[in-house]
């Protein structure tokens, strides 16, 4: 009797453990397709996408560009106190002469319609230009070194957001990997514990505890998932990119 007892019972053992075996691999398998493995580009590539899609950062930079534009302008103002200037006139014109000798003087005059012009060189002098075109040029010179200050702080500001949120991106990632893992065994507790308990070899509280435990990991799996489908949005949505 206690011989077949002892065959019976490595049989069971035997048994349940094909069982679980069987089970892991089936569970695995069916994790393996729930879980969400991507295909992050480095760092490197995320950044110089960012760079290049920002729209405040692009903003920053046209404004740059603007003041750059508004120096030059103020470098060249004193042009425009020196030019050339040019006229003409078509019309009838009184001529009037004069021819003066030493025993008569005779006057002449005439009207003649005839076409008139004049070209010549200005320069003009305001004191006012002279004595602020230097408080000009330095306020111009100020408001472009604020303009790529801005710039820098937004590009610094970027690539900052950039790396978090690619490092929360990996983290996510590698979080839902142990989830996964994490329910793949505890759904082949709970089969085990199923057919445990319709064989009435375990008492209802425990099957209700091993149900619940089963519930709260599929439940943490459930937001792992959710938490790395929005790390990974956020993370296109600042730099542009598709990840896959």
């Given amino acids: 009797m206690k011989k077949i007892f002892k065959i019976a019972t490595t049989l069971f053992l035997f048994s349940g453990i094909f069982f679980y075996a069987k089970a892991q691999n089936g569970i695995n398998n069916t994790i393996k397709t729930e879980s969400v493995r991507l295909l992050i580009p480095s760092l490197k590539t995320l950044i110089d996408s960012a760079l290049v899609n920002n729209g405040m950062l692009n903003y920053r ?3 740059m560009n603007a003041k750059e534009h508004n120096l030059k302008g103020k470098r060249k103002e004193w ?10 006139r078509y019309g009838t014109f009184d001529n009037l002469s004069a021819n003066v000798s030493e025993t008569t003087s005779t006057t002449l005059s005439s009207h003649t319609q005839q076409l008139n012009y004049n070209i010549g060189l200005y320069l003009k002098i305001p004191v006012f230009d002279i004595i602020n075109r230097k408080s000009l040029k330095k306020k ?27 490092e929360d991106l990996v983290l996510r990632q590698n979080l839902l990997e142990i989830h996964a ?15 445990k308990f319709r064989n009435g070899l375990i008492p209802i509280y425990e099957y209700i505890r091993i149900s619940d435990i089963t519930s709260r990991i599929t ?11 929005l790390s990974k949005k956020l993370l296109e949505n600042i730099t542009g990119v598709n990840i896959n």
């Fill in 61 to 63: 930079k046209l404004e």
């Fill in 219 to 229: 439940s943490e799996y459930e937001t792992a998932k959710s938490d790395l489908l």
């Fill in 79 to 88: 042009t425009r106190n020196f030019g050339l200037q040019a006229d003409t």
């Fill in 140 to 166: 111009a010179k100020t408001e472009l070194a604020q303009a790529k200050s801005l710039v820098k702080f937004q590009e610094d500001k970027l690539k900052e957001i950039v790396i978090r949120y690619y």
């Fill in 181 to 195: 893992n994490n329910i793949a065994d505890a759904r082949v507790n709970m089969e085990m514990v199923e057919k």
